[in-house]
């Protein structure tokens, strides 16, 4: 899960990580307003959303004055960042900066260990600092056995040295390293970047941005994110709310063909499939080992809720899941929902593939179609949509 500035600055500031002087989470012009006079002085208005470059795009303003806070606000409000709407902002004291720097620290997967990425040259795209100035880019790979008690302060002076931290700072911004790193390991964050750490005229170090990604997987371990998981920051479509609610791994896509299977490859398999058969997915959407008419039912209620699907492919190889149990589910689903005006292609391969397919054939219900293969599945299933889609263009 990924946190919106303000929340990675709490998130930052709890683990000992400079942060600003708090500001104030404001979702009218009015509060925004309010907070500005609260603070007095230099502010800057910073829209909320999870999206890097929000500066660039008009997201991030500095304001002299409560007034000045009023105009940035009702142009950052409703401010479509990279498909982000604004409905958040953030208004925090001003800072004073004599130079930005840039730290992240990431997963490293390949190593099986953490890389850290420093730099004196911050507050822009550190993809572009990397292409034009590599040599400015420091990147450290930290391996487990060297981070077992945390990232040591010598390690962390070696990056900052090597990043070029001025010497004024450069004690601080390692400090800032360790901490940074001891919050990821306690958070369970999976990416800590933070773009600009500031150098103040006084010689302090601040993080003025917070990008953390959290380790879904982890999130047991801290009562499932509850406290990131504010509502109205980003508004979920009716589908993602739908499938947050239900538990189930669904992300939208552009096309109209509705995809529901069981195990994520099989699912991506199934995007594959539709593409060479020159349709467009609509969903990713993986029903995971269970699949009885009640997981069925409310997996294509999901897939059907949304109206630009025109045919649906059921993708089930059974495994522990029993085909003929899937065949039920799909039927029971039917049932549940009722009337309806699209069509399911369902593909069964695996254990008691042969029974499941009887028992749809034998059902003989008007709106789903049993398929043999994958192939044949993803052709029906694109053809049925074309089809469908035609009929609404001509009326
Ligand atoms: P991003 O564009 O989404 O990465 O948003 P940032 O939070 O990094 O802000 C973009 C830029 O705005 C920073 O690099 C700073 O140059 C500037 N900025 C942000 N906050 C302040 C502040 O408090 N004072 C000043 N002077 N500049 C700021
Ligand atoms: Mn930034």
New binding site residues.
């Given amino acids: 899960m990924d946190l919106v500035?303000y929340q990675g600055k709490q998130l930052f500031g709890r683990n000992g990580v400079p942060v600003?002087p708090e500001g104030a989470v404001c979702r009218t012009v009015d509060e925004v307003v309010a907070a500005a006079e609260k603070f007095g002085g230099m502010t800057?208005v910073?829209a909320q959303v999870k999206a890097?470059?929000?500066?660039?795009l008009g997201?991030?303003k500095?304001a002299k004055n409560p007034d000045e806070a009023r105009e940035h606000a009702e142009a950052i409000f409703g401010l479509d960042i990279k498909g982000h709407t604004v409905n958040v902002i953030y208004l925090?004291p001003?800072?004073?900066?004599s130079e930005?720097y840039y730290l992240s620290i990431l997963h490293d997967r390949v190593n099986k260990g953490y890389l850290v990425i420093a730099s004196k040259e911050g507050?822009m795209d550190i993809e572009e600092v990397n292409r034009s100035t590599p040599e400015l880019v420091v990147k450290r790979v930290l391996l487990p056995h060297e981070t077992a008690d945390g990232l040591d302060p010598a390690t962390a002076l070696e990056i900052m040295t090597q990043a070029k931290i001025p010497a004024e700072v450069v004690d601080q911004a390692s400090d800032l390293l360790v901490k940074l790193f001891a919050a990821m390991i306690k958070e369970d964050a999976t990416l800590v970047e933070i773009?600009?750490i500031i150098r103040t005229p006084d010689d302090r170090i601040v993080a003025?941005?917070a990008k953390v990604t959290l380790d879904d997987n982890a999130a047991f371990r801290h009562n499932g994110h509850e406290e990131w998981d504010v509502p109205g920051v980003e508004e979920r479509d009716e589908q993602e709310q739908f499938a947050k609610d239900n538990d189930v791994a669904y992300v939208k896509l552009d096309g109209d063909v509705g995809i529901l299977g069981n195990g994520a490859g099989l699912v991506m398999a199934s995007l594959d499939v539709v593409a060479q058969a020159g349709g467009r997915a609509a969903n990713f959407l993986d029903i995971g080992g269970g699949a009885d008419a009640d997981t069925m039912a409310t997996s294509l209620k999901l897939v059907l809720s949304d109206d630009r699907v025109n045919s649906v492919l059921v993708n089930v190889f059974g495994g522990i899941t029993q085909c003929d149990l899937v065949a039920q589910g799909v039927l029971g689903a039917m049932e549940q929902l009722g009337d309806m005006d699209r069509k399911l292609v369902v593909r069964l391969d695996g254990t008691n593939a042969k029974e499941g397919r009887k028992i749809l054939t034998d059902a003989n219900h008007p709106n789903v179609v049993a398929a043999a293969t994958m192939a044949e599945a993803a052709e029906t299933a694109v053809k049925l949509a074309a089809e469908r889609s035609s009929a609404a263009t001509t009326g």
């Fill in positions: 500035e600003p800057v910073k890097g470059g929000r500066g660039k997201g991030v500095l925090e001003g800072s004073d900066i930005e507050g773009n600009p003025l941005d």
